[in-house]
C-alpha cells in the first residue's frame, strides 16, 4: 500500500523561514541568504519523510509566504498595479511576490497588498486572486517545475502538489462586473496543461491536484466544469498519475461527481468525515485508486491505530490493497512540527505527551499503519502495542476526566441560558444603577502593550522580575490608565489588559485542561505564526483569574470600570481541541468557567462586564446545512456564560471583522446588552444586518479603525455616528473605537480617544 502526505508545514521546525524572511524584509540578509535559508527547510523537510518510508514524498507544498499566492505568480495573475515592481531595477519575481503579499512601498511607489482571507476553517489566510473579464494567463514562475527538478537532484521523486484550477478560480476574487470567474477556466487550462507537459518531460508519476471544492457545497454548474476540466486533462495526459485531493469536509453531493472523475487516485478526509466511506467504496468504479485520509492534519492527537485499521481493512476488502493509498487527512501545513521539540515536562508531562503527535510524528503514524495492514507487520507490533496503551491512557487517565465537570455540564437548567428577564427590563434597571449619559463612550479592553510591558512579562518569564516587581509593574500601568481615561471623560473605563500576553493564552494557562507548548507553532499567514493552547482535559476554574485585576482598577475610580473575559466560543475556536468529546460539549464546560468568573466578578462590585466573541462567525462549519447546528449550541454556550448575573449587571459582547447579515439571528440570540462591533472601515455598512433585523439590544458600532496609527478627528466620527444615529434610536447607541488597542502606541491612542470623547459629547448636544 503507497504511503503519502499532502504537505508538509514550511516554516521549520524552529520558524527557520518566518526568521529569514523578515530577515530579508528588513534588509539585514540577502536574496541569496534567503533562497538558501527556503532550500534547507525543503531538503530537511524531504529527507525527513524519505527517511521516515514515505512513498510519494509531496514538492511545491513549500511557499515562501502563501500557496494561492504561488499559483497566482504561476498562471501570471499578477494584477497591473504591479507592474511598476517588475520594471524596478534590480527586483526579482520573488520581490514581486512579496510585493503582492505585503504592498510595496518605496520613494514614488505606494502600491496596496492584495486581499487576505481564511483559507476554509482554518486559522491560515492565503492571499484572494483577483481577477479580471478579460483575463489572460501564461506560465510565469516555474516554481513548481524547479522544486521537483531540485528534489530530484537529491535522489528524490517527489508528488508536485498543485492547486486544482477550478478551486484556484473560486477562491479568487472578480476585481470588476460583468463577469463570473469560471467563466476563465477555458483560457486557464492551457497553463495547467503547459506544467503536466513539463512535469511529464522531466518524468514525474504522480501529481497531486488539490481540489478542496469538490468537499463544499457546489452547484450544478459547477459540477459541470469539474467534469469537462478533468476530461481534458485525462485526454490531454493519459499517462500522467493524478491524485485528486478533497479535504476539510465529505463530498456528500458530490460522491458521484468525484469518483466519476477520470483521475488515477481520489483522496478523501476520514478525520472530518468518516463516514463517507462507506458510500464511496460502494460508488468507486474498478479503476479508482482511494487514498484514505486518516490522520488528522489539523490536531495534534496521536492516530487511533485500532479504529484506523478498521477503515483500512474495510476499503481493502471492498477494492484491494493495490488500490488503497495511506495518506494524512490534509496537509500538515495546519500542525505544529515536532513534538520531540517539546522538553519542558513540568508543563506537557510525559503522559500528556503520549497521546500527541506533530507532523514530524503524524508521518511515521502514516507509514506505520500501511505497515500494520501489510503482510511484514514484525517491526511495527511495538509501535501498535505502544499507540493502543497511549489511547487507553488517555480513555481513563484522571488528568482529563473530571466527574464534577461533567456532572455540571449534565445538570444544565434551562434557566442557567437565559437571563431574569428581558432586555427591555433588565435596560431600565441597568440605567437606574449605571446612570448613564447618551452615547456612553468606551473602549474595547486593552490598551497599548508598549515595549516595556511586553519586556515586564519576558523578564518575569525569564525569573529576572519577581511575581511582586512584575506585579507592581503591571499595577502602575494599569493605575496610570485609569487615571488617563478619567481625565479624558470616558464613561466605561477599562483595566487595559496589560498582564496578558494574548486573549485566550491568558484564559488557557488559568484553567485546569489546558496545557501549553514551547514550539507548537502553526502558520496564520506569511511569516506569522500562532501556538494555539491544547485542550487536553475537563474544563474548571481553580480559582478566580481577573478579579483581582478588575476590582483593582475599580478601587481607584468612581467611574464605572468594565471586567474583560473572552467567550467560551473564542477559547474553544483558537485552541487545538479534544477529539474524544464533540466541540459543543468542550465549549460547555469553558462556557461554565466563564459563567463562574461573571459572578465573581459581579460578587466583588464589577457592574459591566464584557465578554468578547471575536471568533463567533469563524467557527461556522463549511456545509450551510450545519450552520444551524453549531450556531443553537454557540450561541447557548455564551449565554450560559452571560446568565448567572442579576438583571442590573450589564454584559457587554464585542466582535471585530464580521459581516452579520446571516447569522444576525443568532447575534441577537446572543442578547448581550450591548454588543460593539467593527464598523469604521465599511462606513457602517455592517450595521444594515442590525437595522433590518430590528434589533433590540444597545449596539457600539466602532467609530475608529485601529488597525492604523492615523489619528481620526473628531468630526470624522460624528460623521460616523450620524449615520448611525440616522437608523438606530439614540439610547440604542454606544460610541467606542473598532477593537482592542493593545497594537497601537499611546501617543496615537490619547488623541484619538480624545476626540472620540469629544464626538459623542457634541452628539449629546444635539439631541
Ligand atoms: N478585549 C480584547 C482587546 O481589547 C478584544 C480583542 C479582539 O476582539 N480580538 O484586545
Ligand atoms: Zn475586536
Known sequence: MQTHILGYPRIG??????????????????????????????????????????????????????????????????????????????????????????????????????????????????????????????????????????????????????????????????????????????????????????????????????????????????????KKVYAEISKKFPKLKILLATYFEGLKGNTELAVSLPVTALHVDLVRAPEQLSEVLDKIPDNLTLSLGLVDGRNIWKNNFIASLEQIKKAIEAIGQERVMIATSCSLLHSPCDLSLETKEDTLTPIIKSWLAFAKQKVTEVVTLSKLSGEDKADVIEALQANTQAQESKLTSALIHNTAVKDRVNNIKESDTHRDHEFAARKATQQSVLNLPLYPTTTIGSFPQTKEVRSWRAKFKKGELSEKEYNDLLAEETAQSIEWQEKIGLDVLVHGEFE??????????????????????????????????????????????????????????????????????????????????????????????????????????????????????????????????????????????????????????????????????????????????ECSRSQMELLDAFVQFNYPNDIGPGVYDIHSPRVPSRLEMEELLEKAKAVLPEDQLWVNPDCGLKTRGWEETRKALVEMVSAAKSMRESV
Request: charged share 25%.
Open 13 to 226: 521546525s524552529r520558524r527557520e523561514l518566518k526568521r529569514a524572511c523578515e530577515s530579508y524584509w528588513n534588509e539585514k540578509i540577502t536574496l541569496k541568504e534567503l533562497v538558501l535559508a527556503a532550500k534547507e527547510i525543503r531538503e530537511h523537510n524531504w529527507k525527513l519523510q524519505k527517511d521516515a518510508g514515505i512513498d510519494l514524498v509531496p514538492s511545491n507544498d513549500f511557499s515562501y509566504y502563501d500557496q494561492v499566492l504561488d499559483m497566482a505568480l504561476t498562471v501570471n495573475a499578477i494584477p497591473d498595479r504591479y507592474h511598476d515592481v517588475i520594471l524596478k531595477e534590480g527586483k526579482t519575481e520573488l520581490d514581486l511576490y512579496f510585493a503582492m503579499a505585503r504592498g510595496f512601498q518605496q520613494n514614488d511607489l505606494d502600491i496596496t497588498a492584495m486581499e487576505m482571507t481564511k483559507w476554509f476553517d482554518t486559522n491560515y489566510h492565503y492571499i484572494v486572486p483577483e481577477f479580471t473579464k478579460d483575463q489572460q494567463f501564461k506560465l510565469f514562475s516555474t516554481k513548481i517545475i524547479d522544486e521537483f527538478k531540485e528534489a530530484k537532484s537529491i535522489g528524490i521523486t517527489t508528488k508536485p502538489v498543485i492547486l486544482g484550477p477550478v478551486s484556484f478560480l473560486l477562491l479568487g476574487k472578480e476585481k470588476e462586473e460583468g463577469f463570473n470567474r469560471l467563466e476563465l477556466i477555458d483560457n486557464l487550462l492551457p497553463v495547467y496543461f503547459e506544467l503536466f507537459s513539463q512535469l511529464s518531460e522531466q518524468e514525474a508519476q504522480w501529481i497531486q491536484v488539490d481540489e478542496p471544492f469538490l468537499a463544499l457545497d457546489i452547484d450544478a454548474h459547477t459540477q459541470e466544469i469539474y
Open 500 to 677: 496578558r500576553n494574548d486573549m485566550v493564552e491568558y484564559f488557557g494557562e488559568k484553567l485546569n485542561g489546558f496545557v501549553f507548548t514551547q514550539n507548537g507553532w502553526v502558520q496564520s499567514y506569511g511569516s506569522r505564526c500562532v501556538k494555539p493552547p491544547i485542550i487536553y482535559g475537563d474544563v474548571s476554574r481553580p480559582e478566580a483569574m481577573t478579579v483581582k485585576w478588575s476590582t483593582y482598577a475599580q478601587s481607584l475610580t468612581d467611574k464605572l470600570v468594565k471586567g474583560m473575559l473572552t467567550g467560551p466560543v473564542t477559547i474553544l475556536q483558537w485552541s487545538f481541541v479534544r477529539n474524544d468529546q464533540s466541540r459543543s460539549a468542550t465549549c460547555n464546560q469553558i462556557a461554565l468557567a466563564i459563567r463562574d468568573e461573571v459572578v465573581d466578578l459581579e460578587e466583588a462590585g464589577i457592574k459591566v462586564i464584557q465578554i468578547d466573541e471575536p471568533a463567533i462567525r469563524e467557527g461556522l462549519p463549511l456545509r450551510k446545512s450545519d450552520w444551524q447546528a453549531y450556531l443553537e449550541w454557540a450561541v447557548r454556550a455564551f449565554r450560559i456564560a452571560a446568565s448567572g448575573v442579576s438583571d442590573a449587571t450589564q454584559i457587554h459582547t464585542h466582535m471585530c471583522y464580521s459581516e452579520f447579515n446571516d447569522i444576525i439571528e443568532s447575534i441577537a440570540a446572543m442578547d448581550a446588552d450591548v454588543i460593539t462591533i
